[in-house]
Every structure is written in C-alpha cells, then in structure tokens.
C-alpha cells in the first residue's frame, strides 16, 4: 500500500509525455438519506504550455434534490507541495491520523467531512509500462470509513453521519481511451460490515474486486460480470466470482443515471462520466459462512 500523497512527484517522466498525467483523489459517502462524492483533480502538473489543470468535481444526492457538477481551481490558489495538507482554492484535503478532513465550497455546495479509515485498501496495476508513459493505477487507501460532518446544499445544512470510501486513480493515460466501469457499497449483516468495491477496464481484462469484512481484506481478479451491451449504460449487472473459500453472485440494478462532464476551458470533454446509484443484492459463501444482503450504492459507467 503506497502512502496517501500526490503521487505525480515520483511518476513524472520528464518529457513531453507528461502533459497527459492524470491524478486525482476521490471521497464517496452514503448514509440512509444522503449519498455522493467529492474528487480532488490534477492534470499535467508540470504545466507543459501553461496548461495544468486542478478540477474538483462532485454529486450529492439528498431527499430528492440532485448537485452533480464540475469547476477548475486557479494554479495561483492550489497548493500540493505540503505533506498533510492540499490546498484546491476554497477546497482541501488535510490527512490526520487514521483519516482525512475534506472541506470545500463551490458556490452552489460546501462540505465539512471527516473520515475515519476502518478497512484498508490495496493499489491495483491496471495497465501500461510506466518507463514508456502510458500506463494507469488504481489506489484504495480506505475500503470504509466512517464518516461525520455537514455538506451545505440548496442553502441547507445537512448534518451527516454514514459510511466512507478513497481512493485515487493516477497515471500517464487518456480516459477516453480506456473506459471503465466501478461500483461500491457497504451493508452490516451479522454484525460484520462488509464492503465491496470493483473497478473494472471495459476494453481490457484488467480489473480487481475488493472486498472487505470488517478489517480483513480479500482480493479478487478473476471475476465474471454479464450486462446488456446493448444499451448506452447497461441498467443490469451480474458479477460472479471464486477464488480461495470465496464465492460472490451479485445482482447490480442501476436506478438512476446523471452524466458529469467535465470539461476544459468550457469547450472540451476532459472526461464523460455516467454516475451510477444503485441497489445490489449480494449472495456470498465466505469459507463457508452464508450471507444474503440488500444494499444501496454508487457505481460510474465512461
């Protein structure tokens, strides 16, 4: 497990290549009434032409009421050159120990949080040689987080209080050539948490399935997932998967769909991505033990 800092320091090549690094950090949460994510975005952090970009995006999802949108933070405004504390304008991350405080404003939503890591990650290799500059990796520094604070939306506080989830994606590569797919979800059942979370390249066989009970951690990259590609975002998902006293059988049905586009100099599509809730009905044998359990969560469909 690498340590929660910008990763971009080490991983820069030098050359011309690295105006298409990519990296950002992502903090989901859900509670019975109010769910979504806020994501912390760097591209081309050697300003290769002037042109660095630092991106916070976000849903919220609250009773009825949707906030899903994007806005770019000024380069004289952002500051990562800090060990514990990343400045995005009015945004930042600050890591304390055992988890993180994210707070924002956007104009349209503020958002005081702190996460509690209960379950680590693991960071996934998804594709691509690093020495050649076209490559990507997948971190999940917290599998569930207990999560407190306010999220202020519509001109209404929201005192929060539910189940977390990080992660950062980073890398010399292009989304638009590697579309993906992603869900998590967390359920109590038999007083166990236990939380789920894949990622998944559809134009490549890379991916992993993470599944965490309570503080232990399983791995999984050898998964099946059926769904109707005929549709512009299947609305239907089954994952399957064995491996060593595991056995998953997932049905993922997908609710709603809201499309983030998030765009450079208002003209053009950085990235297209359809934000996913849904309802997960999950039957898992682990070693032995039977569990059956509805859930609600988050997925992305690009």
């Known amino acids: 497990m690498k340590k929660d800092?910008?990763?971009?320091?080490?991983n820069l090549l030098g050359n011309y290549k690295d105006w298409?690094?990519?990296?950002w950090k992502y903090f989901s949460f859900i509670s019975p009434n109010?769910?979504?994510f806020f994501c912390y975005s760097v591209g081309n952090p050697r300003n290769i032409f002037g042109l660095r970009k630092h991106i916070m995006s976000y849903a919220i999802y609250h009773h009825g009421i949707t906030e899903v949108g994007a806005f770019e933070t000024s380069k004289r405004n952002t500051d990562l050159s800090q060990t514990n504390k990343w400045i995005f304008g009015d945004c930042s991350i600050e890591k304390k120990d055992g988890g993180w405080i994210i707070k924002g404003d956007s104009g349209r939503v503020k958002w005081d949080l702190v996460y509690d890591c209960r379950s680590q990650g693991k960071g996934f290799e998804i594709f691509g040689d690093k020495k050649e500059g076209n490559w990507m990796d997948w971190e999940i520094f917290c599998n569930h987080a207990d999560v407190e604070g306010t999220i202020g939306i519509s001109n209404k506080d929201i005192e929060f209080s539910g189940i977390g989830y990080h992660d950062s994606n980073l890398g010399h590569w292009r989304p638009s050539k590697h579309p993906w797919f992603w869900f998590t979800f967390s359920k109590r059942s038999h007083g166990k948490f236990i939380t789920f979370t894949l990622f998944k390249l559809r134009d490549r066989k890379e991916g992993y399935l993470l599944l965490s009970v309570d503080e232990d951690v399983y791995i999984l990259d050898d998964f099946q997932i059926n769904a109707d590609i005929e549709e512009k975002v299947p609305r239907k998902y089954r994952i399957r998967a064995r491996s060593k006293g595991i056995e998953i059988d997932l049905i993922v049905k997908v609710v709603s769909t809201e499309l983030l586009q998030i765009?450079?100099?208002?003209?053009?599509?950085?990235?297209?991505l359809n934000l996913l809730r849904c309802r997960f009905k999950l039957q898992i044998d682990l070693f032995g033990q039977k569990h059956?359990?509805?859930?609600?969560?988050?997925?992305?469909?690009?």
């Open 263 to 272: 765009k450079v100099f208002d003209l053009i599509s950085l990235l297209d």
């Open 34 to 36: 109010t769910k979504g």
């Open 292 to 302: 059956t359990l509805e859930a609600e969560g988050i997925g992305e469909y690009h």
């Open 5 to 10: 800092g910008w990763r971009f320091k080490d």
């Open 20 to 23: 298409k690094y990519l990296e």
